[in-house]
């Protein structure tokens, strides 16, 4: 008797580790995180275009943000040129570093990524009418939709390029938390933008840059959330 219920605890105990959720408890304990293709095939695609809305809420407002978007931003408001090319063509220099620091399966998705939302921010307007558009409503959309896309990128190791390659190497290397590193820096593209738009637009543009900048500092903490690719 006591055989076999030993036996048959072994089998149960044998049937509940193969269990999906064991499984992937083992994988996570062996460092075996990594996403699949489809995910990150999913989150390039998803994360761009939520990251692209609130590009456009912004454009349509006449509002900045930080980053090589902010950058891209001010000078589409300045000249009237589209702000998907320009968005690309600032990113360029800074995918060398991407690739020394961050390593090419990062530099690959972060360029994908850039091309995407470049494309989807030409698209959205498109596709979305504004008939009216509160601005404040605009700033903190806008920023929200910004952090959670970008939010979705950095998990699956890629960025929109820029401060955010900067960003994200100085947290996986020093500790330091992506947010703070993007909020201090955005505040330096906000200051700027006091020279071309007007006093309550930048301010607008402050509050949205804190929405964005939180929801990354809150949530992508070093440590909390990791994947091998």
């Known amino acids: 008797m006591n055989t076999s219920a030993t036996q048959t605890s072994d089998a ?17 304990k062996k460092g075996d995180i990594s996403h699949r293709l489809y995910e990150d095939v999913l989150a390039l695609l998803l994360g761009t275009m939520v990251v692209s809305l609130g590009v ?7 509002l900045v943000t930080g980053s090589t978007a902010g950058a891209a931003l001010l000078i589409e408001h300045a000249t009237g040129l589209g702000f998907g090319l320009i968005f690309f063509l600032i990113n360029l220099p800074f995918y060398w570093l991407a690739y020394k620091r961050m390593g090419t399966a990062f530099t690959v998705k972060t360029f ?8 989807f921010s030409k698209l959205t307007p ?41 960003a994200l190497y100085l947290q996986e290397h020093f500790g330091i938390r992506a ?9 330096v593209i906000l200051v700027i933008a006091f020279l071309t738009l007007p006093f309550d637009k930048v ?13 990354i ?13």
């Open 12 to 28: 149960k105990n044998g049937a509940s580790e193969n269990t999906p959720d064991v499984k992937a408890q083992d994988a996570a």
């Open 56 to 62: 456009t809420l912004y454009s349509e407002s006449v």
């Open 112 to 119: 994908i990524a850039v091309g995407l939302v470049s494309v």
């Open 126 to 166: 498109m596709m979305v009418d504004f008939t009216m558009l509160n601005p404040i409503y605009a700033a903190v959309a806008g920023g929200a939709l910004m952090g959670i896309g970008l939010l979705m990128l950095f998990r699956h190791r890629a960025g929109l390029g820029g401060i955010n390659i900067l």
């Open 179 to 187: 947010g703070y590193v993007q909020l201090a820096i955005d505040m």
């Open 203 to 215: 301010l607008l543009s402050i509050l949205g840059a804190v929405v964005l900048n939180l929801i």
């Open 217 to 229: 500092a809150i949530n992508h903490r070093p440590g909390r959330y990791l994947a091998a690719r």
